[in-house]
């Protein structure tokens, strides 16, 4: 995904498949809950962090200079996953959220299930899938954590939801099938290039 310029309004490209996960996240939690997000990117960490008291992990050192409502926590990769002292050092007590989308490597995000304990306190877990392997992935991880799993798939759009209870599930159904939603849909302008 290309970003080509910082403004209120995100400037993406049509590839940006994030967007119905990202409106998901606005649909199901109250604007200033605590989120935190495991691989910033452009697109997620700036309307994520507009909304929300968010957290973003991060492997990679360019993003580290960019200016976002975001606390920003660079954590290398090491033995597979996010430095451990790094996350549970930074890791908000009470989240509401914990948003998936890195590391990018499918061999490092197998190691989800070996750090699965990190997740015990955590609030609901949203998981981006991009391969076969990811949503095998979210489902074992569902299964460690004894969580209930739904898969969501909306265009190009995967991604699977992990601890969100089956009432407020089909509360989200229901009301938008009845259009009940007032909160705003994420304005996005899609850029040609």
Known sequence: M???????????????????????????????????????????????????????????????????????????????????????????????????????????????LRISHIFEKSGTIIYNLQTQTDYELAIHLSVKLKRNFKEYKVGECRFAVIGMSKARLFFHKISNFLKLSKKPKIEIELNNY
């Open 2 to 112: 290309k970003i080509t310029e910082y403004t209120p309004k995100i400037i993406a490209t049509k590839e940006d498949n994030t967007i119905p996960l990202l409106q998901f996240i606005y649909d199901n939690f109250s604007f200033g809950s605590v989120g935190v997000e495991f691989g910033s990117g452009h697109t997620s960490t700036y309307i994520l962090g507009e909304k929300y008291m968010m957290t973003s992990f991060e492997e990679n050192q360019d993003y580290m200079d960019l200016r976002y409502r975001t606390r920003l926590v660079y954590s290398a990769i090491i033995d597979g996953w996010f430095e451990l002292e790094t996350i549970k050092r930074m890791m908000p007590k009470k989240n509401k959220f914990v948003f998936i989308d890195a590391p990018s490597s499918i061999e490092y995000r197998r190691n989800i």
